[in-house]
């Protein structure tokens, strides 16, 4: 069984686009993450939501919007694609607020092609 | 600001030798310390963290980790390494309620 999952695995979109991916966890964990890797594979965190409510917020341009319709789902919408956004964008989920102890698990990333 | 170090970005080893893979982590109060591994194309798996208890941490595939206090280390070694081992290695490092930081990674490459 998958624990987290996200769709789509690749995404090819033109700039000025909307697009929009999708995760999923059923490991029942309240937390959920998005992470932006980029080419040279430096992974930062964009967004986190505990129990459907957003808990950080870096300094993301506000073209990205998550969203998390149940504990289970954090979704990522993107307006206006720009080439600079293209990277590999990962999904994570944990059983604890921020850092804890537990760690965080990951999904398979969606990588992201903007042209 | 809390951050984590990986001084490395590539590490060659010959296969059957050990490794370590180097982190120091910059974290007010006691740190949560974690590593993980990135095959190609692939998402993050964790191999290891270190909570509280004993310095030296055990995880998966024969990994293990010591945390130095006074060093502010927590490096990651293997006593004999393996082809299958070559992956891209994060540290991350967070206090406990504050968000998990992640090192820039360090590629592993094992040489038959």
């Known amino acids: 069984d998958t624990a987290v999952s996200q769709t789509p695995k690749y995404l090819v979109t033109q700039m000025g686009n909307d697009k929009s991916i999708k995760c999923e966890q059923n490991?029942?964990?309240?937390?959920m993450y998005w992470y932006k890797q980029d080419s040279k594979k430096f992974l930062k965190i964009m967004f986190s939501?505990?129990?459907?409510?957003?808990?950080i917020n870096e300094t993301v341009p506000n073209r990205f919007s998550p969203k998390s319709p149940d504990k289970a789902h954090l979704n990522l919408h993107i307006n206006s694609l720009e080439l600079g956004d293209s990277a590999v964008y990962f999904c994570?989920?944990?059983?604890?607020?921020?850092?804890?102890?537990?760690?965080?698990?990951f999904g398979p990333g969606t990588r992201l092609t903007v042209t | 600001a809390q951050s984590v170090a990986q001084p490395e970005d590539q590490v060659n080893v010959a296969e059957g030798n050990p490794l370590t893979v180097k982190c120091t982590y910059s974290v007010s109060g006691n740190p949560y310390l974690f590593w993980y591994v990135q095959y190609p194309n692939r998402g993050l798996q964790f191999l290891l963290k270190y909570i509280t208890g004993d310095n030296l941490v055990k995880g998966s595939y024969g990994f293990e980790a010591e945390f130095n206090k006074s060093q502010t280390s927590f490096h990651l070694k293997k006593p004999s390494a393996l082809v299958s081992d070559s992956a891209l290695y994060f540290c991350a490092a967070s206090s406990g309620n504050t968000p998990l930081v992640f090192g820039k990674g360090t590629r592993l490459s094992v040489i038959a």
């Open positions: 490991l029942g964990h309240d937390t």
């Open positions: 939501y505990n129990n459907k409510e957003l808990i």
């Open positions: 994570a989920s944990s059983p604890y607020t921020s850092g804890g102890p537990g760690g965080q698990y």
